[in-house]
């Protein structure tokens, strides 16, 4: 029981917690919705509302089942105290198993803050819950109350009134229908045995046919089992009352179904006016709040009395900016979220770090298979510049055009690191506030608890229990006491245990966690020996890759571009003597002969600059096609990589399976000790010493 209240309190809270961003996005949906079918028949819109109040309760609860399956099917979350012990550096030669919180940043802090702040929301959710459940129960009592008082007066004249107007409405099942004194209007209540309250007064004030308008409208609520539906809307309420969306649609879905219940008595009457005029005499008896049965006088009065006698169609709200507004900023930031970030180069995946046990060893996941690259595209030819046209009607040669320079291979992503393995908690060392190194097999820092213990056995410690005062005064007896020993501090007392047998029987305690931990040891090292190996393939697929970038490097760009722009600036001259040439032959001029020539010395200093590019070309079309022969390798390199990591899914569940039944026998093992060493107090065999101070 207390490991399904462990796993249902955090569910429970970061359920309650994300529903409020996801009842905020239904809520905006459905005003939506509901403003687009604002003319539409109030059966369109009541589904749209009911629709939307279902997904509110369906999401917070799918979110505690997901949660829940995902807690006792995964490793639990690291110890907060090991976290702070991170942070302080008091452990010294591992690290904690939660990389993912320490580079979230600000997220991280309000995370951590609301994960410590978990038990005090859900009890305030609770309280509010309570209170809505302690409200909703004193109205169906007051129901009750009316019912079994109006069971005293039946009535049969208009019990046989009421029969008729249910079989013209298609009802089968009887409905009863009783007198109350203390009832301002005729109401409904009951699911399976349904009874129509009508208050005395109305049956003496009210002129019969309005009085079975009213009637009738009661009748619509039990053919269509309003009641039922009623108190289904109240638990989600209830469940839900913190969030506004869920007033908000509950509104909405009490007036579409009063609408609804006007519309069935309408057309069974043959006369909306009528009805309008009864419920206009019900105005006086308006409630402030919703009651728990279905009356006469729910939903705004006045507008649908305007709605049975002039329905008219309604224009588009300015309300509709609201929720449109909300719906456009969500798709913003899921977009701005979702948005592709350009790949980094990661660096060369480092020796996996040796971790610190928590109680649960995460399960690794298998890391993903890094891509080849593609090989580059073919380089493009440039093209030669164009010589101009004869004399008489020289064209301006088009400026040759630079090959376009292909992109140089993608630099091969360093593979992720492998998961670092998880070391057994019997290879885990602390350095305590006086610098004394201490080897211990399971450690739980709480600086708040009351009591604490240490265990010494052999040249370490099986568990240790304590706060950093506690950790100095472990450090200061492993000096001062020989042999193994127990020390125990409760508040402010602290005693000394060396008795033989009580060690036995504490040993024995911890026995089943001690074998398993051997097993743990065993996983760890074959993990161990799998990330080594997967480490090897990363460090030669990254070669690989320097490799290639390193000859793509070598393409003769910038003596490309170097030539392409002589030969741009030997055509400007080309054309400008073109055009010299034939503003010359329009003009009748006689250095014709002097252009001719100093278009053929152009030519021809134009032509080694293509013989050079041709050059070029043909050597950087042969580093391309050793470029895109050295980034082969990469593809077998990655398929060796997606083998190695196989073999690390099935050992990190294993590694999960044992790490949950290890906690399991370590809370055992601790409550055993506790007993033990409780009873050694009681019994005189501890020696009392003074207790830690600061």
């Known amino acids: 029981m207390a490991e399904l209240l462990s796993l249902l309190m955090p569910a429970i809270g970061w359920s309650l917690l994300h529903f409020v961003w996801q009842g905020l996005l239904v809520g905006w949906a459905a005003s939506l919705a509901l403003q687009l079918l604002r ?24 979110g505690i089942i997901w949660r829940v399956l995902d807690a006792a099917g995964g490793a639990p ?33 309000w995370q951590y803050l609301l994960q410590r702040q978990l038990p005090w929301l859900v009890l305030l959710w609770a309280s509010g819950a309570a209170f809505m459940t302690v409200r909703l129960s004193l109205g169906l009592m007051w129901v009750r109350e009316r019912t079994l008082e109006a069971q005293q007066m039946p009535n049969a004249h208009w019990q046989q009134h009421l029969d008729r107007l249910a079989l013209r409405l298609g009802l089968e099942r009887p409905v009863r229908l009783a007198v109350a004194e203390h009832l301002e209007s005729p109401m409904t209540a009951g699911c399976w045995k349904p009874v129509v309250l009508v208050p005395a007064s109305l049956l003496t004030g009210m002129p019969a046919d309005l009085l079975e308008a009213l009637l009738a409208h009661e009748l619509a609520h039990i ?50 006016r009528r009805l309008a005029l009864a419920l206009s005499e019900l105005d006086r008896f308006q409630f402030a709040t919703p009651q728990p049965a279905l009356g006469a006088q729910g939903g705004n009065l006045m507008s649908r009395i305007k709605r049975l006698v002039r329905p008219d169609s ?65 380089p493009a030819v440039p093209a030669a510049a164009a010589a101009p046209a004869a004399p008489a009607a020289p064209a301006a040669p088009a400026a040759p055009a630079a090959p376009a320079a292909p992109a140089a291979p993608a630099a091969m992503a360093a593979p992720p690191a492998p998961p670092a393995p998880t070391l057994s908690s019997d290879a885990t060392t602390a350095r305590t506030p006086g610098r ?17 213990y240490g265990i010494r056995r052999g040249d370490g410690y099986t568990a240790i229990y304590s706060g950093r005062k506690d950790m100095a005064e472990l450090s200061r007896l492993e000096n001062a006491v020989k042999g193994d020993f127990i020390w125990y501090r409760d508040g402010d007392h602290a005693w000394l245990i060396k008795d033989p047998a009580l060690l036995a029987k504490v040993s024995a305690a911890w026995a089943p966690a001690d074998a398993l931990n051997l097993q743990m040891k065993e996983h760890n090292k074959a993990m ?47 054309e400008a003597v073109a055009r010299r040439m034939e503003r010359s032959r329009d003009a009748g001029g006689t250095d014709r002969e002097a252009l001719q020539r100093e278009m053929d010395a152009l ?26 022969a050295k980034s082969a390798p990469m593809e077998a390199l990655s398929a060796q990589m997606r083998e190695a990591s196989k073999p690390m899914k099935e050992l990190g569940r294993k590694l999960g399976e044992l790490g949950r039944e290890q906690g399991r026998l370590s809370r055992e093992a601790d409550r055993t000790v506790r007993e033990l060493i409780q009873k050694a107090v009681r019994n005189g065999q501890a020696e009392a010493m003074p207790a830690p101070k600061g």
């Open 223 to 272: 053919k269509r089992h309003d009641y039922l539906v009623n108190l289904v809307q109240s638990a989600i309420e209830i469940l839900l009352f913190y969030h506004p969306s869920v007033w908000m649609l509950s509104r909405h879905i009490r007036n579409e179904r009063e609408q609804i219940a006007d519309d069935l008595a309408a057309s069974m009457l043959g006369e909306p």
């Open 436 to 452: 004394v190194r201490m080897t211990f097999g399971r450690l739980t820092m709480n600086d708040n608890a009351k009591d604490a």
């Open 314 to 378: 309604q224009p588009l709200s300015w309300k509709i900016a609201a929720p449109l507004f909300g719906l456009c900023t969500a798709c913003a930031m899921l977009y701005a979220h979702a948005a592709p970030q350009p790949p980094a180069v990661p660096p060369v995946p480092a020796a996996p770090a040796a971790m610190a046990a928590p109680p649960a060893p995460p399960a690794p996941a298998a890391p993903a298979a890094p891509v080849a690259p593609a090989a580059p595209p073919a």
């Open 77 to 109: 979350a690291a110890d907060p105290a090991v976290l702070l012990m991170a942070g302080s550096g008091m452990l010294d030669g591992s690290a904690v198993a939660v990389p993912a919180l320490m580079d979230d940043g600000w997220l991280v802090s």
């Open 39 to 62: 003319n539409a028949r109030p059966q369109a819109r009541y589904a749209v509302a009911c629709g939307a109040l279902l997904l509110c309760a369906a999401l917070p609860l799918a």
């Open 528 to 574: 161990e020996q799998h990330s080594k190996a997967m480490e090897a393939l990363g460090d030669k697929m990254q070669a690989a890759s320097e490799q290639s970038e390193r000859a793509g490097r070598g393409l003769q760009h910038d003596k490309i571009d170097q030539v392409a722009r002589q030969q741009e600036a030997v055509a400007r001259r080309i």
């Open 603 to 628: 030519k021809t200093q134009m032509e080694p600059f293509k013989q050079q590019m041709k050059e070029l070309t043909a050597e950087f079309a042969k580093t391309h096609a050793e470029v895109a």
